[in-house]
């Protein structure tokens, strides 16, 4: 088998140094028109390509960026992911990933690690106190944010839902339908799209006085609203409001096996319009987030950093509410399991 022609081999047949084959190939400088077609056919003539690695320390750039999101299991973050890494792959770039599996300590370690072999880095939905967030964006530029407003000086490009604006409606929808006794399922703590919600449910209570809702502490995942069922049950509330779909998913599920009817006994809504909410049974209320265009924002966003464009700032999308069949009229009285009250 021949072996792959060098840039020695296509120096010797075009007539110039390596040097001028590389900044041919590279681009790096104007290099005469006629040396450059001589170079480009010696190149076609030896089916040459440059090292992907030896461009990347020619030009001082890998030609990928790195994205720490909280947890992969979450589709919502798959939404943002497939937005991101196509948009990237227009413009010729590759998507470096990493799961800080919601641990604090693990973003801040992965956030510096994958920056180090990458052209600029984008953190989706960090968890990580403001003063650590503030030291990442002087000290690691290019940086890319969603769902997370940047502080300090150092201002970044955000896109971020109005989950603030996105609970409320949901609220709304709810109390329309005379529940005035709710529950709802707090996210994660250090979650600053947890913090909007609880905003949001402060700010519409102080206007309706006549509405309860308890705030529980639960969790990102299935298992957790799963867990939380038993506890709704007891306490009487018509309606839930779950920090995502897939916890409003898990606690679906755990009511139809206590024979709890959604929505005659109990209404419930989720978050993020994740593929799989519309498919449950019954289908999924929920307040619809454009992951997707998250996604495609945050690389526009980069893109501008990388190319040296005009940085954008803030972006904010609104959720959409999607009304189906897991919220109805508030019921009457107490939920009932099969066995009784």
Not at 205 to 219: F, K, N, Q, S, Y
Request: charged share 20%.
């Amino acid at each position: 088998m021949a072996r792959p022609a060098t840039i020695a081999d296509v120096a010797a047949r075009a007539g110039v140094s390596p040097a001028t084959v590389s900044r041919v190939m590279n681009g790096t400088r104007a290099v005469d028109q006629e040396m450059t077609e001589r170079v480009r056919a010696a190149a076609a003539a030896l089916d040459y390509s440059p090292s992907p690695l030896a461009r990347s320390l020619v030009l001082g750039r890998t030609n990928t960026v790195a994205v720490v999101v909280p947890d992969l299991g979450n589709p919502t973050f798959h939404g943002v992911l497939r937005g991101l890494s196509h948009a990237a792959a227009r413009n010729g770039y590759h998507v470096l990933v990493a799961d800080s599996a919601e641990s604090v300590t693990a973003e801040l370690a992965l956030a510096q690690q994958t920056r180090r072999r990458c052209d600029g880095l984008v953190l989706v939905a960090p968890r990580m106190p403001e003063t650590d967030l503030a030291q990442l964006l002087r000290t690691l530029q290019p940086m890319v944010v969603v769902n997370r407003e940047p502080v300090g000086e150092h201002a970044s490009p955000v896109v971020t839902a109005d989950y603030r604006l996105g609970l409320t409606e949901l609220l709304e929808l709810l109390y329309a339908d005379g529940h005035r006794s709710l529950a709802y399922l707090a996210g994660a703590p250090q979650s600053a799209s947890n913090t909007r919600r609880l905003a949001a449910l402060e700010e519409f209570g102080a206007t309706h006085p006549d509405l309860a809702v308890e705030i529980r502490p639960c969790g990102v995942n299935f298992v957790d609203g799963h867990d939380a069922a038993g506890p709704l049950v007891r306490s009487g509330v018509t309606g839930v409001l779950a920090f995502n779909d897939l916890v409003a998913m898990g606690l679906v599920s755990a009511l139809g096996e206590a024979g709890v009817a959604v929505p005659a006994a109990m209404s419930v809504v989720g978050f993020d319009d994740i593929p799989f909410a519309r498919y449950v049974t019954p289908p999924l209320t929920t307040a619809a987030v454009p992951v997707t265009e998250l996604g495609e924002l945050a690389w526009q966003g980069m893109w501008d950093l990388l190319s040296g464009g005009p940085p954008r700032r803030t972006v904010v999308l609104s959720p959409q509410v999607v009304r189906r069949g897991s919220t109805g009229p508030a019921a009457r009285s107490r939920p009932e399991t099969a066995d009784g009250p």
